[in-house]
Protein backbone atom coordinates (compact mmCIF):
# COMPACT_ATOMS: atom_id res chain seq x y z
CA UNK A 1 0.00 0.00 0.00
CA UNK A 2 1.24 3.49 -0.63
CA UNK A 3 -0.31 6.78 0.83
CA UNK A 4 -0.01 10.23 -0.96
CA UNK A 5 -0.53 13.24 0.70
CA UNK A 6 -1.19 16.59 -1.64
CA UNK A 7 -0.85 19.82 -0.72
CA UNK A 8 -0.22 23.54 -1.93
CA UNK A 9 -3.45 24.26 -3.39
CA UNK A 10 -5.29 27.37 -3.26
CA UNK A 11 -6.62 30.42 -5.43
CA UNK A 12 -4.72 32.57 -7.27
CA UNK A 13 -5.38 34.92 -9.97
CA UNK A 14 -4.31 34.47 -13.90
CA UNK A 15 -0.91 34.31 -14.33
CA UNK A 16 0.18 33.73 -11.20
CA UNK A 17 1.93 30.86 -9.42
CA UNK A 18 1.45 27.87 -7.04
CA UNK A 19 3.78 24.87 -6.04
CA UNK A 20 2.08 21.57 -5.26
CA UNK A 21 3.51 18.98 -3.31
CA UNK A 22 2.95 15.39 -2.28
CA UNK A 23 4.28 12.93 0.05
CA UNK A 24 4.42 9.44 -1.04
CA UNK A 25 4.99 6.58 1.89
CA UNK A 26 4.25 2.99 2.13
CA UNK A 27 5.69 0.08 -0.04
CA UNK A 28 7.30 2.21 -2.90
CA UNK A 29 8.81 -0.10 -5.96
CA UNK A 30 12.20 1.07 -6.73
CA UNK A 31 10.47 1.40 -10.80
CA UNK A 32 8.10 3.87 -10.28
CA UNK A 33 5.92 7.18 -11.47
CA UNK A 34 4.84 10.16 -9.61
CA UNK A 35 2.34 11.55 -11.31
CA UNK A 36 -0.69 14.41 -11.04
CA UNK A 37 -3.66 14.26 -12.60
CA UNK A 38 -6.68 16.69 -12.42
CA UNK A 39 -10.58 16.60 -12.63
CA UNK A 40 -12.65 19.54 -13.68
CA UNK A 41 -16.39 19.85 -13.36
CA UNK A 42 -18.34 17.61 -15.73
CA UNK A 43 -14.67 16.47 -17.41
CA UNK A 44 -12.64 13.65 -17.49
CA UNK A 45 -9.86 13.10 -15.38
CA UNK A 46 -6.55 13.85 -17.46
CA UNK A 47 -2.47 13.48 -16.94
CA UNK A 48 -1.18 16.93 -16.14
CA UNK A 49 2.96 15.40 -15.88
CA UNK A 50 4.52 12.65 -14.94
CA UNK A 51 8.09 11.70 -13.20
CA UNK A 52 9.76 7.99 -13.39
CA UNK A 53 12.50 6.88 -11.19
CA UNK A 54 14.74 7.55 -13.53
CA UNK A 55 13.75 11.05 -14.45
CA UNK A 56 12.13 10.78 -17.27
CA UNK A 57 9.38 13.61 -17.34
CA UNK A 58 6.32 13.62 -19.68
CA UNK A 59 3.58 16.38 -19.76
CA UNK A 60 0.04 17.26 -20.85
CA UNK A 61 0.50 19.62 -24.10
CA UNK A 62 -1.95 22.54 -22.04
CA UNK A 63 0.93 22.84 -19.85
CA UNK A 64 4.11 22.62 -21.50
CA UNK A 65 6.00 25.21 -20.92
CA UNK A 66 4.12 26.65 -17.59
CA UNK A 67 4.58 23.43 -15.57
CA UNK A 68 7.51 21.40 -14.09
CA UNK A 69 7.09 18.54 -12.40
CA UNK A 70 9.81 17.46 -10.31
CA UNK A 71 10.67 14.61 -7.24
CA UNK A 72 12.77 14.26 -4.08
CA UNK A 73 13.71 10.24 -3.99
CA UNK A 74 15.11 10.68 -0.38
CA UNK A 75 11.88 12.19 0.56
CA UNK A 76 9.74 10.01 -1.49
CA UNK A 77 7.85 13.90 -2.22
CA UNK A 78 6.52 14.88 -6.05
CA UNK A 79 6.50 18.72 -6.72
CA UNK A 80 4.21 20.48 -9.73
CA UNK A 81 5.41 24.21 -9.95
CA UNK A 82 2.70 25.66 -12.27
CA UNK A 83 3.12 29.37 -13.26
CA UNK A 84 1.41 31.50 -15.65
CA UNK A 85 -1.57 29.95 -13.98
CA UNK A 86 -4.92 30.26 -16.68
CA UNK A 87 -8.63 29.57 -15.20
CA UNK A 88 -8.38 26.66 -17.14
CA UNK A 89 -5.96 25.16 -14.72
CA UNK A 90 -8.78 25.45 -12.10
CA UNK A 91 -9.68 21.85 -11.43
CA UNK A 92 -9.08 19.19 -8.40
CA UNK A 93 -5.22 18.12 -8.59
CA UNK A 94 -5.00 14.24 -7.69
CA UNK A 95 -1.31 12.88 -7.02
CA UNK A 96 -0.75 9.35 -8.53
CA UNK A 97 1.71 7.16 -7.75
CA UNK A 98 2.51 4.07 -10.16
CA UNK A 99 4.51 0.80 -8.97
CA UNK A 100 5.81 -1.29 -11.69
CA UNK A 101 6.03 -4.62 -10.57
CA UNK A 102 7.42 -7.59 -12.35
CA UNK A 103 3.58 -8.72 -13.58
CA UNK A 104 1.47 -5.94 -12.77
CA UNK A 105 1.58 -1.88 -12.14
CA UNK A 106 -0.44 -0.92 -8.62
CA UNK A 107 -2.17 2.79 -8.99
CA UNK A 108 -2.97 4.70 -5.60
CA UNK A 109 -4.36 8.17 -5.89
CA UNK A 110 -4.10 11.51 -3.34
CA UNK A 111 -7.27 12.68 -1.52
CA UNK A 112 -6.81 16.01 -4.01
CA UNK A 113 -6.11 19.25 -3.78
CA UNK A 114 -8.03 22.20 -5.15
CA UNK A 115 -6.72 24.52 -7.40
CA UNK A 116 -9.23 27.59 -8.18
CA UNK A 117 -7.71 30.46 -10.93
CA UNK A 118 -9.70 33.47 -10.95
CA UNK A 119 -9.85 35.54 -14.06
Known amino acids: QVQLVESGGGLVQAGGSLRLSCAASGTIFSDNALGWYRQAPGKQRELVAV???????NYADSVKGRFTISRDNAKNTVYLQMNSLKPEDTAVYYC?????????????WGQGTQVTVSS
Open 51 to 57: ITSGGTT
Open 96 to 108: NCNNKGRWATYDY
